[in-house]
């Protein structure tokens, strides 16, 4: 019954509003004190107040925090569950688990790691401006390269018993074709080797096959090139038009990203300098 008494209570006091903001500021013209300094749970000779429970309900996840105050139901389920989990942690206070070596060990790990994050959250946050953009992008300016391929890889379906004079033709036809501009219809069908056509495909270079993007940025519009052994595949280009760059507007973001974790990497190494680090290999 009393438990019946302080749900009912405290589902009034938090589910009345349609936002938290606005249940935050109202006021109690019938009280001196913040109407959320009120009490709406006793336990024991403790109290959980309405701030309390409000800056639970604000460290939630958005969507899970419209989902608690769209019925009483919901806020119901919510206040149980924290004075559940209220009573459980008083529980094991008393039963001494916070004294237990492993569990101090895992309060101590989950402490370093809730340190570590801050620390690098604050680090992360520093705003980048757009000079520094445009400087990145300047000077790494390779990494932005494009070009335009029809690619053609050719697969042996059977590996262990290719022959490679039909490889050798099919690869020596498969360059005739595209050095026409012909039509690769035809290859797709052949029952030796699997073959996959790309056509009018953008290659960004940074983000390539190093070993192909070498390849392609070394040739010329309308060249095509010799087969490239990729692992048990061989890879033709006819390279169609370039090389070009990505616009600034379409990198600005990942450029953004990249400089914080440059100045990220920059301020862990420093740091890692300053500690005087030395690693026994031969004692691991």
Do not use: W
Request: aromatic residues 8%.
């Amino acid at each position: 019954m009393l438990k019946s008494i302080i749900l009912a209570s405290m589902i009034i006091l938090l589910s009345a509003c349609n936002d938290f903001n606005h249940l935050e500021n109202q006021k109690n013209e019938k009280s001196e004190k913040s109407p959320n300094d009120k009490i709406v749970v006793k336990i024991g000779s403790d109290y959980i107040t309405r701030q309390q429970l409000l800056d639970s309900i604000s460290k939630l996840p958005i969507k899970q925090k419209i989902l608690i105050q769209s019925s009483p139901k919901k806020m119901n389920k919510y206040i149980e569950s924290y004075i559940n989990k209220e009573v459980l942690y008083r529980e094991a206070l008393t039963r001494g688990f916070s004294e237990r070596e492993n569990i101090k060990k895992s309060i101590e790990e989950y402490r370093k790691k809730v340190l570590i994050k801050s620390l690098t959250d604050e680090i992360l946050k520093r705003e980048i401006s757009d000079k520094e953009i445009e400087q990145y992008y300047g000077a790494n300016r390779e990494k932005y390269k494009t070009a335009l391929v029809t690619q053609v890889s050719v697969t042996p379906r059977d590996k262990e018993n290719d022959n490679p004079r039909d490889l050798e033709s099919v690869l020596n036809n498969i360059r005739a074709q595209l050095e026409k501009d012909g039509s690769m219809d035809d290859f797709k069908k052949n029952n030796l080797y699997s073959v996959k056509i790309r056509e009018s495909f953008e290659i960004n270079k940074d983000k390539y096959n190093k070993i192909l993007a070498d390849t392609v940025f070394n040739m010329k519009i309308g060249e095509v090139s010799e087969p490239v052994k990729l692992n048990n595949s061989y890879v033709i280009f006819k390279f169609l038009n370039g090389p070009g760059y990505i616009p600034f507007k379409n990198v600005k973001n990942n450029i953004k990203f990249a400089i914080r974790n440059n100045n990220f990497n920059n301020y862990l190494n420093n740091l890692k300098d300053l500690a005087g680090i030395e690693i026994y290999i031969d004692n691991i």
